[in-house]
């Protein structure tokens, strides 16, 4: 089976940088997801692990550690427009359908 | 290019009745995917196509519910009987072939559905 656990609120300060973490326990592993979902509106892809270290892109980077079964979301510089919640997602089966945490609402003050 | 949409955005309904949810994936994407999202927490995972056929529908939660995608495109979600229950917002995914990676799935806006 699957297992994922994020926080399930955060608050940080427009221009700081914040760290969403997740834990995962997985039957097999095929990467690690993470999605950025406004409120009523879809999960858009933010990032894609499968190998060990730290990938960037622009403003977010994403971390992943195999052997810890650990995941983090960076999110730097950040802007009122960040708020928004995470969620961390794991692919599983031959469909790689996802598993998702309960996802981690990020709320950004001025 | 278009995304993934989904039809309608809100349905009201009354406990027992009968509601469909389509869902028209990205153009050439094979795998199309149901999940429900209830406020506040994650999407779970209902079912999984590959083309036409339904490759894994470990998700649905009862016999009530039922997906198809005849010509491998457009899918429709049904439910039967519905309860207060079902109320959430239904989202779909559509990927490209399954490389044995993780392919990135991109959603639709959902169906926010609402039993009374």
């Known amino acids: 089976g699957q297992n994922i656990d994020q926080p399930t609120e955060m608050t940080a300060t427009e221009g700081a940088i914040v760290q969403i973490n997740c834990t995962y326990q997985?039957?097999?592993?095929?990467?690690l997801f993470w999605y950025q979902q406004h409120a009523g509106e879809a999960p858009t892809f933010l990032s894609y692990n499968v190998l060990d270290g730290l990938e960037e892109k622009g403003r977010f980077s994403s971390f992943l550690s195999r052997s810890k079964g650990y995941s983090y979301l960076l999110l730097k510089e950040l802007q009122m427009k960040d708020s928004a919640s995470y969620l961390c997602a794991a692919p599983s089966g031959a469909g790689n359908m996802l598993t998702f945490g309960g996802g981690t609402r990020l709320m950004v003050k001025p | 290019g278009a995304g993934v949409s989904q039809t309608p955005s809100n349905k009201v309904t009354e406990k027992g009745k009968y509601v469909e949810l389509r869902c028209d994936p990205i153009s050439g994407h094979t795998a199309l995917y149901w999940y429900r999202q209830s406020l506040g927490q994650g999407p779970e995972f209902l079912i999984y196509f590959q083309g036409t056929g339904a490759a894994d529908d470990s998700g649905l939660p009862n016999d009530r519910f039922f997906a198809v995608r005849p010509e491998g495109s457009v899918s429709t979600l049904k439910i039967q009987r519905t309860e207060r229950g079902d109320s959430a917002v239904y989202l779909c995914a559509s990927s490209p072939p399954n490389r044995g990676r993780g392919e990135t799935q991109y959603f639709g806006p959902g169906t926010r559905l609402l039993v009374l």
């Open positions: 997985t039957s097999g592993f095929n990467g």
